[in-house]
């Protein structure tokens, strides 16, 4: 493909089952992590090693498993946590570790009762232990949303001094608005001398609910790696969601950026983990939602009947899904009547449509939605009389 590739960072087996009730055991984490890779997912976060004698396994049998995908393991900055990540992966084709510390003014007073000097002095010094492990190590500055974008530059510019070859620039509570989050990656891509020897990372929560929004606005300002889960699963109100930014940057071909993501397994993958992780999908989600591709409003069926682009700027079969539906409620019109009529094998014309519409909206007033056993009624009740 032409133009930027866009990497995509899956942590929905360890930001992901941070969400209550979504425990992942090590053969369903292995599951999910061979249907990640199957997907096109470039970089799957397996786990936090140091959390669990449990994750630590998990981490180190899908290093085990996993060929085209970089696996990583998160760690604090803390060497212990970096050698149990370093020891997981071990067996990795390609393992990763991906380590930090918060750099917000809130974080160091509060969280860590420091300074900014020692901050960076302990983000360095955590780069140089992931360097004993891997070569491909990753730095997150947590709450750099709320970090003073002059402090976050040098924070940056030390840690990729030292070895990162990613940097995650996480908007940790979903604080930042667009123009911010964009604004901020913008002045990192020009205020760090050696920016050019990493990546940089969006990472953005969904607090306020502008995860996809910041993370698109962070690509478009110079950012080459996009943090994200299935579904949007992730602490609190979640993480961005991966058929989200896909489906954007696939829609928006012009920005001349592009994932290496197969579309038309989302929805698959999105009821997988779904089942999985034990956590229905909203039915208006974005993309993946039950209700993604339906049509109640009368004059949406009817612009959608005529032409399905009126309605739907992605088709059903692109992301995996199965078809577009009709949903007949009371707010429905007569051509999508006719048109669920014809599908049962019913063909009436203009004047039995008018007299069997009244009756249907008669029907409807009584239902939430008419289904086809009630259509079935409905023509052979007017057949008998007609």
């Not at 050698?83 to 860590?112: C, M, P, Q, V, Y």
């Not at 604080?175 to 050696?194: R, S």
Request: net charge negative.
């Amino acid at each position: 493909m032409t133009g930027e590739k866009i990497f995509i960072f899956d942590t929905t087996l360890r930001d992901g089952e941070q969400v209550p009730g979504c425990k992942l055991n090590t053969k369903e984490k292995i599951e999910l992590a061979m249907a990640l890779e199957d997907l096109g997912v470039d970089i799957i976060e397996a786990g936090f090693p140091i959390s669990s004698p449990g994750d630590f396994q998990s981490v180190s049998e899908i290093s085990k498993i996993i060929k085209k995908s970089t696996v990583c393991g998160l760690s604090r900055a803390v060497q212990k946590d970096i050698e149990a990540a370093g020891e997981a992966l071990k067996h990795a084709k390609r393992g990763r570790i991906h380590t930090g510390i918060g750099t917000s003014d809130s974080h160091i007073k509060s969280k860590f009762n420091s300074n900014r000097e020692d901050i960076l002095q302990r983000a360095v010094q955590a780069v140089k232990w992931a360097r004993k492990y891997t070569d491909d190590i990753e730095f997150y500055a947590e709450d750099a949303g709320r970090t003073e974008n002059e402090f976050l530059a040098k924070v940056v510019e030390a840690v990729i001094a030292a070895g990162a070859t990613t940097v995650n620039i996480p908007d940790t509570t979903g604080y930042c608005l667009p123009h911010q989050y964009g604004e901020k990656i913008k002045f990192l891509m020009e205020h760090v001398k050696n920016i050019d020897k990493a990546v940089l990372s969006c990472h953005c929560h969904n607090d306020l609910g502008l995860a996809t929004a910041n993370s698109i606005s962070g690509v478009m300002n110079g950012a080459r790696q996009i943090e994200c889960t299935i579904n949007g699963l992730g602490e609190r109100a979640g993480n961005t969601s991966l058929e989200e930014v896909v489906m954007v940057l696939k829609q928006h071909a012009y920005l001349g950026i592009y994932t290496d993501i197969d579309a038309t397994k989302l929805n698959p993958i999105s009821q997988l983990v779904s089942d999985t992780m034990r956590m229905p999908v909203q039915p208006n989600k974005a993309i993946v939602g039950a209700n993604a591709f339906s049509h109640s409003s009368g004059i949406h069926q009817d612009g959608f009947l005529k032409d399905a682009q009126t309605y739907e700027i992605i088709r059903p079969e692109e992301v995996g899904a199965e078809t577009s539906k009709i949903v007949l409620t009371a707010r429905s019109g007569r051509s999508a009547l006719a048109y669920r009529l014809k599908n049962l094998g019913h063909h009436f014309d203009r004047n039995d449509m008018d007299v069997l519409y009244e009756h249907f909206l008669q029907l409807a007033d009584k239902m939430k939605e008419v289904g086809d056993d009630e259509l079935e009624t409905l023509a052979s009740q007017y057949t008998a009389t007609a």
